[in-house]
């Protein structure tokens, strides 16, 4: 009997407020580089299904080592610096400086907010008499934001990259939150909007995966997908009867 139900934390509770490509391009114009919100969306969904590859690709022309990109303070900041820097060059803007202070924006909470959908779907979980969890690719700063925004309190077992060590997909991110929720594998469901990095992997471990699919990318995916959380507590209710949601 399903009993917790997890979420990824980035683009599946949390998003940049009031975009990721507003922010980005606001810092830039302040530091004297003008640029517009679409110009920065162009270039991020251009590489938004490579994001790691070009941290990579971007770290080696460095020579420096991939070593994830939340495991630590130290190891988010080289992943997330170079992708900014990839990002400027790909804008056309030359400014040494001006991916640390992108990190600094995009680490602080301020910048974050819930999409609208999270606290009545949250609630309705409850009400259903779910316990729930986060497994999240998060800097430790995370718990404090959840509690800022409001929902920190809801959430029985919070298994974040930055305090564990573990990233998604390692399977051991996913067993050791099944571990703190005290539950097997059959009885969670974890939500996310990444297959490769929430539903093939928490799958894999024995958990049931849901793809929460909010801008339609992923229309073949082999696991129940929604395009918005509203849909999760019929999901989850149709998991408990057994049933496939296609």
């Known amino acids: 009997m399903i009993s917790i139900v997890f979420f990824d934390a980035g683009e599946t509770l949390v998003h940049p ?32 299904p490579h994001l790691v590859d070009v941290a990579e690709d971007e770290l080696a022309e460095e020579g ?7 495991s630590s303070s130290r190891e988010s900041r080289i992943f997330w610096t170079a992708l900014y820097r990839r990002l400027l060059r790909e804008l056309g803007i030359d400014d040494a400086g001006l991916a640390d202070r992108l990190f600094e924006v995009f680490s602080s909470a301020s910048s974050y907010a819930l999409f609208d959908d999270v606290a009545p779907v949250l609630r309705e979980l409850e009400a259903m008499g779910l316990r729930l969890g986060v497994i999240s690719n998060f800097e430790g700063w995370l718990q404090e934001m959840l509690m800022e925004l409001e929902i920190g309190h809801l959430f029985d077992v919070s298994v974040i990259s930055g305090l564990v060590g573990v990233e998604k997909p390692d399977p051991r991110i996913y067993e050791i939150a099944l571990a703190e929720a005290g539950v ?27 793809l929460l699919d909010r801008l339609g990318r992923y229309p073949g995916v082999g696991h129940p997908r929604i395009s918005s959380l509203r849909e999760l507590p019929g999901t989850v ?10």
């Open 17 to 48: 407020h009031p975009s990721f490509a507003e922010l980005f391009a606001v810092t830039c114009s302040d530091s004297g580089h003008p640029v517009s919100a679409r110009d920065v969306d162009e270039v991020q969904r251009r590489l938004a």
């Open 237 to 246: 209710a149709g998991l408990r009867r057994g049933e496939r949601p296609g």
């Open 184 to 210: 097997e594998p059959h009885a969670a469901v974890h939500v996310g909007d990444s297959p490769q990095l929430d539903v093939e992997p928490a799958a894999a471990v024995g958990m049931h995966g849901v």
């Open 64 to 70: 420096a080592r991939y070593g994830g990109s939340s």
